[in-house]
Every structure is written in structure tokens, then in C-alpha cells.
């Protein structure tokens, strides 16, 4: 099992380009987050889907939108980059509380860094 | 919504030390408390957690206690080694809210 991947590894834009980001998981589950990291302030939810095609706003999702057409995939976009938007972009996954039985841990990917000059 | 403060933001000790970093939540409702470890250049992931129904749980040289009343949850790391350096962040969910809620994260530093 690859668990969870992210494509890609790295990337530079300048502001106002777009790109997206891609998850994704072979574990089966439900559930899947994006996630940033900023120094200093620990890691904010952005977006989160709960199932195919259903998606949810987190703490700081202004300038993102996400889809989730595939259950194993889910996809950050950025439509128009700011340099605000320079972090290290993290995906997780997890099982839902229905079918977690005993586990709710939250499985991360790699990361992605995004620079926005 | 859940808001979690976490302290302190930095910690170095000596090997075979002690450490502690201690959390508080706001939500009474949360009820799911997990720490994640990550480690430099890698991606966080899950160590240790709680559930609101017990008062700390062990696994081996780490523990976790909750205080439900006074809103916080510490962890414990006994006998620190050198790969315990890392990043450790606590969060705070609510069942039902499929949504966890991070602390700033402690920078750990276990000094040989």
C-alpha cells in the first residue's frame, strides 16, 4: 500500500497563476483534509470531505476551492496564488467514525511546498 | 468553534530527561484527543491518543492524561532519547464533527 501520496513535491508560481494540487489514498477512506503548515502556527484545515463529492470549508479556506470526484482522490486548487499562500501543504485521510472501529488516526502524506513569488 | 493553545512552544532536555507539553481546549464538547509527532522534513503522525472517557493512557516511555474539568491534556515522554527530537502537536475533536483541531505545536529538542 502507498498509503497517501500528494503530486507534487514541490512547486514555485507567481502570484496570480493557478495550479492544483492532487491526494491520494488506497486505504479506503471516507474521510480526506487538506491541510497547511505555517511556522509557528501548527496545521490549519482548509478544506475536508467526508465522502465522493461532498466537500466542507475548514478554518482558512479563502483563495482555495477543493473537489472530491473519485473517493480515492482529493484536489486543492488555487485559482489565483498570492504569495500569502506560500506553506507547506499537507493531505490526510482517515476512516469515518462509523466504520473506524477503533481507530481515528489521520494518515498524512509527504507534503507539498508551495512557494508564490 | 474549538480553539487549542499549546505550551510550551519550545523544550530542549537532557537525554534521559523528562518532558511534558500541555494542552488546553475550549470546546466541552471534544472528546477525542490525540498527539502527532513530526519528525524534521517528514510528515506528522499519530503517536498516542485519548478519549474523553479515561484519564491517561500508557505506551511504553509515553503517556497522556486528561483533565476533563479544567479543559487540558498533557503528554508525557520518560527517558528521552535522542529520536525523540522532533515536532509534537496536540489537537482536540469532537465525534461527530469529523474535524481535528490542532495546537501550534512544541519544538523538542533531546540534548545527548
Known amino acids: 500500500n502507498a498509503g497517501v501520496t500528494q503530486t507534487p513535491k514541490f512547486r514555485v508560481l507567481k502570484t496570480g497563476q493557478s495550479m492544483t494540487l492532487l491526494c491520494a489514498q488506497d486505504m479506503n477512506h471516507e474521510y480526506m483534509y487538506w491541510y497547511r503548515q505555517d511556522p509557528g502556527m501548527g496545521l490549519r484545515l482548509i478544506h475536508y470531505?467526508?465522502?465522493?463529492?461532498?466537500?466542507a470549508k475548514g478554518e482558512v479556506p479563502d483563495g482555495y476551492n477543493v473537489s472530491r470526484l473519485k473517493k480515492q482522490n482529493f484536489l486543492l486548487g488555487l485559482e489565483s496564488a498570492a504569495p500569502s499562500q506560500t506553506s507547506v501543504y499537507f493531505c490526510?485521510?482517515?476512516?469515518?467514525?462509523?466504520?473506524?472501529?477503533?481507530?481515528?488516526?489521520?494518515?498524512f502524506g509527504p507534503g507539498t511546498r508551495l512557494t508564490v513569488t | 468553534g474549538e480553539n487549542v493553545e499549546q505550551h510550551p512552544s519550545t523544550l530542549s532536555v537532557q537525554e534521559g530527561d523528562s518532558a511534558v507539553i500541555k494542552c488546553t481546549y475550549s470546546d466541552s464538547a471534544s472528546n477525542y484527543f490525540p498527539w502527532y509527532k513530526q519528525e524534521l522534513g517528514k510528515r506528522p503522525q499519530l503517536i498516542i491518543d485519548i478519549r474523553s472517557n479515561v484519564g491517561e493512557k500508557k505506551d511504553q516511555r509515553i503517556a497522556v492524561t486528561l483533565n476533563k474539568t479544567a479543559k487540558h491534556f498533557s503528554l508525557h515522554i520518560t527517558e528521552t532519547q535522542p529520536e525523540d527530537s522532533a515536532v509534537y502537536f496536540c489537537?482536540?475533536?469532537?465525534?461527530?464533527?469529523?474535524?481535528?483541531?490542532f495546537g501550534t505545536g512544541t519544538r523538542l529538542t533531546i540534548i545527548p
Open positions: 470531505s467526508v465522502g465522493e463529492g461532498t466537500t
Open positions: 489537537a482536540a475533536s469532537n465525534f461527530g464533527n469529523e474535524k481535528l483541531t
Open positions: 490526510a485521510s482517515s476512516y469515518s467514525i462509523r466504520t473506524s472501529g477503533n481507530s481515528y488516526e489521520q494518515y
